[in-house]
T-cell receptor, first 116, second 116 residues
Framework: SAVISQKPSRDICQRGTSLTIQCQVD?????MFWYRQQPGQSLTLIAT?????????ESGFVIDKFPISRPNLTFSTLTVSNMSPEDSSIYLC?????????????FGAGSRLTVL | AQTVTQSQPEMSVQEAETVTLSCTYD???????LFWYKQPPSRQMILVIR??????QNATENRFSVNFQKAAKSFSLKISDSQLGDAAMYFC?????????????FGKGTKLTVNP
């Protein structure tokens, strides 16, 4: 399956600042997904990032708060803007794995953000 | 909207014993995909097993098997010969049929403890 690298692994941020999370995949993939996992909770899809087009956001998530870039088929970034303590979560990048089946998502290890 | 319910927030099992984790889901689709993911403390989401709804045969992967009851919309995971390394959060997930939304809808998870 695809190998996904996320940076940073974890960070502690101040309220009102913004942080950009990077997701690098070792193979070309059409669709990349960004999920949020709040403390003790399940995963919720933030948006789907397609190369060459605007990201598609799920209900409750907006581009101004979570801008996404997808410059090529192996890389994407998610920015968490104007952070508040409620944004403290694990943010996970995922892709449809070319080798594990088109219907299976492979996940990165996540980026744990703590907002003070 | 599709929903996934895991009614057991926590489960425990003795090493070498068998445990079953429950999952029910709600959908109006006839063809879809179901998954069990494991999330150890490292945060890495790891695919455990998957099931295509059109297949009547229950999926099996080594010590992991599912009991897929389509009419009842139930998708339980059985772990046989439990090992200490099986301790993790287990998430049940649903994916719409091919051509539909690519996103995974997750349950809230079951925390599995394996006692030596």
């Amino acid at each position: 399956s695809a190998v996904i690298s996320q940076k940073p692994s974890r960070d502690i941020c101040q309220r009102g600042t913004s942080l950009t999370i990077q997701c690098q995949v070792d193979s070309q993939v059409t669709m990349m997904f960004w999920y949020r996992q709040q403390p003790g909770q399940s995963l919720t899809l933030i948006a789907t990032a397609n190369q060459g087009s605007e990201a598609t956001y799920e209900s409750g998530f907006v581009i101004d708060k979570f801008p996404i870039s997808r410059p090529n088929l192996t890389f994407s970034t998610l920015t968490v803007s104007n952070m508040s303590p409620e944004d403290s979560s694990i943010y996970l990048c995922s892709v449809k794995g070319p080798n594990s089946g088109a219907n299976v998502l492979t996940f990165g290890a996540g980026s744990r953000l703590t907002v003070l | 909207a599709q929903t996934v319910t895991q009614s057991q927030p926590e489960m425990s099992v003795q090493e070498a014993e068998t445990v079953t984790l429950s999952c029910t889901y709600d959908t109006s689709e006839s063809d879809y995909y179901l998954f069990w993911y494991k999330q150890p403390p490292s945060r890495q989401m790891i695919l455990v097993i998957r099931q295509e709804a059109y297949k009547q045969q229950n999926a099996t992967e080594n010590r992991f098997s599912v009991n897929f009851q389509k009419a009842a919309k139930s998708f339980s995971l059985k772990i046989s010969d439990s090992q200490l390394g099986d301790a993790a959060m287990y998430f049940c997930a649903y994916r719409a049929p091919q051509g539909g939304s690519e996103k995974l809808v997750f349950g809230k998870g079951t925390k599995l403890t394996v006692n030596p």
